[in-house]
């Protein structure tokens, strides 16, 4: 499976290699069957990039579930002012332009909370793009807590997808957006959640669980 928004992408870069083929078979030009072969391994790239892959592992309100795919690059308790509204325990994780960049939810709940915010493309590793990255927050009523994902742009990333609109209902582990082309998701989880995640990890969205919740 491939990601709705890859299609045009994916279509584009497979017309460019059939084109570059056909010109270096008309041509018999070594210089363009190497130009032909390069072209076609982007589009091979673009598709990989592109996947959406089912995704199964624990589910239930007991465990927070992560919401990428990439590298936990920061873990900060924090306050989280404009939809928790108190202490967090965030978990940053890193896409690389490798890694599926389809964003899944993190628990069960309701959409509350949309907000896009346009911003800078820093490198999304770097504590500073949390705040003055584009970026678009999602926040989740589980019904005992209040769970926040944020989508951060990066250096290349340049569009953030985020599909659910207020009152929309999230079920852990389905899909929740995309972002194109190497980024940062953020998840703020209640204060007493236990991680289970380290710095340097690399987690699988809607597999990986990052934290036990609270029951409370």
């Given at each position: 499976m491939v990601a709705r928004e890859g299609v045009p992408f994916i279509l584009g870069a497979l017309a460019l290699a059939?084109?570059?083929?056909?010109?270096?078979l008309r041509q018999r030009?070594?210089?363009?069957?190497?130009?032909?072969?390069?072209?076609?391994?982007?589009?091979?790239w673009v598709t990989w990039?592109?996947?959406?892959?089912?995704?199964?592992?624990?589910?239930?309100?007991?465990?927070?579930?992560?919401p990428a795919d990439g590298r936990v690059v920061l873990i900060k308790e924090i306050d989280e002012p404009t939809y928790v509204g108190g202490p967090t325990k965030r978990v940053s994780i890193f896409m690389n332009v490798f890694d599926v960049?389809?964003?899944r939810y993190p628990v069960t709940g309701t959409v509350q909370h949309v907000v896009h915010v346009a911003g800078k493309f820093l490198n999304a590793i770097t504590e500073a793009s949390s705040v003055d990255n584009e970026q678009a927050s999602v926040g989740i009523d589980t019904g005992r807590?209040?769970?926040?994902?944020?989508?951060?742009?990066?250096?290349?990333?340049r569009r953030i997808i985020t599909d659910p609109q207020p009152g929309a209902h999230a079920e852990q582990g389905a899909r929740m957006g995309l972002i194109r082309f190497g980024s940062r998701v953020d998840v703020f989880l209640p204060p007493g959640a236990t991680l289970r995640v380290r710095v340097?990890?690399?987690?699988?969205?809607?597999?990986?669980?990052?934290?036990?919740?609270?029951?409370?």
């Open positions: 059939a084109a570059g083929f056909a010109l270096a030009s070594w210089p363009l069957w190497l130009a032909a072969f390069l072209l076609l391994v982007i589009a091979l990039f592109f996947r959406d892959p089912v995704r199964t592992g624990p589910r239930g309100p007991e465990v927070a579930i992560a960049h389809v964003n807590h209040r769970v926040l994902v944020r989508q951060i742009a990066g250096l290349i990333a340097g990890e690399r987690t699988t969205a809607g597999e990986t669980v990052i934290a036990d919740m609270p029951t409370t």
